[in-house]
């Protein structure tokens, strides 16, 4: 099954479960995620080499934010959508062994991200309660990204895949007020289906053109802050 028909897939199970459930209590709230640069589960540097040019891919620090909606369905089981802005940031770093001539940059790729995932909940005092979620990300391009280098010797340009999905799993703390909202913080692991984008590499050195490919990963670990608006629940007046 291709992507575009796992998408169909998952945005008419979407549709279902609203329709079952519109009647359902629904929270709307904002989320903001720091993306850790840290080389664990599959999140980790992209080395090239080819005729005498290598080159290292290394994530920076990006960032998420967006919006969430989350519906509760059962008593421990909701389900939490929204969209969000994503940013992934990288380092490449370059050197051609012929002439020992190196540069650097940095650059951004920028894609939107749909989220559908059920969250599991243990309520574990009478306002916090621990979260477990797990679902699919759907994300769209933003643009294909080009970059020189300062000194001008490199330059790279990153073709990104119009629509991608990608696995997503979160654990977190949340503390539930009555007046306040809610306040949330967790993990979040996301691992895309197919790789983010492909690097073009190019050396601009004179007679030193040099050209290398690769694709570049989209795995990426986040820190997740959340916050629910509290739920404003109508006054029934009271007939004398």
């Known amino acids: 099954m291709n992507i575009k028909k796992y998408i169909a897939v998952i945005t008419l199970i979407f549709i279902g479960l609203i329709s079952v459930n519109a009647q359902s209590k629904t929270t709307f709230g904002l989320q903001y995620k720091p993306i850790l640069p840290i080389k664990v589960l599959n999140v980790t540097e992209l080395k090239l080499s080819e005729k005498g040019m290598n080159v290292t891919l290394s994530p920076k620090l990006g960032l998420n934010f967006g919006a969430i909606i989350r519906w509760e369905l059962l008593e421990k089981l ?116 197919r790789p983010l984008g492909e690097i073009h590499a190019t050396s601009q050195v004179e007679n030193y053109s040099k050209e290398v490919v690769g694709d570049v990963s989209g795995n990426y670990i986040s820190v997740d802050l959340r916050y629910f608006f509290h739920e404003k629940k109508e006054k029934t007046k009271k007939k004398k």
Not at 103 to 113: A, K, P, R
Not at 133 to 161: H, M, P, W
């Open 78 to 193: 909701s389900l939490e959508t929204g969209l969000n802005y994503n940013k992934r940031s990288f380092k490449m770093e370059a050197i051609l062994e012929d002439t020992a001539v190196s540069g650097s940059l940095d650059f951004s790729i920028i894609t939107y991200e749909v989220p559908i995932q059920a969250l599991f909940y243990v309520r574990l005092s009478k306002q916090w309660y621990m979260n477990v979620a797990s679902g699919f990300s759907i994300n769209f391009r933003a643009s294909n990204v080009g970059k020189l280098s300062e000194d001008k010797n490199f330059s790279q340009i990153t073709y990104v895949k119009n629509i991608n999905l990608a696995y997503v799993a979160n654990i977190g703390i949340e503390y539930r007020t009555k007046e306040s909202g809610a306040f949330y913080l967790g993990a979040s692991l996301t691992n895309p289906f």
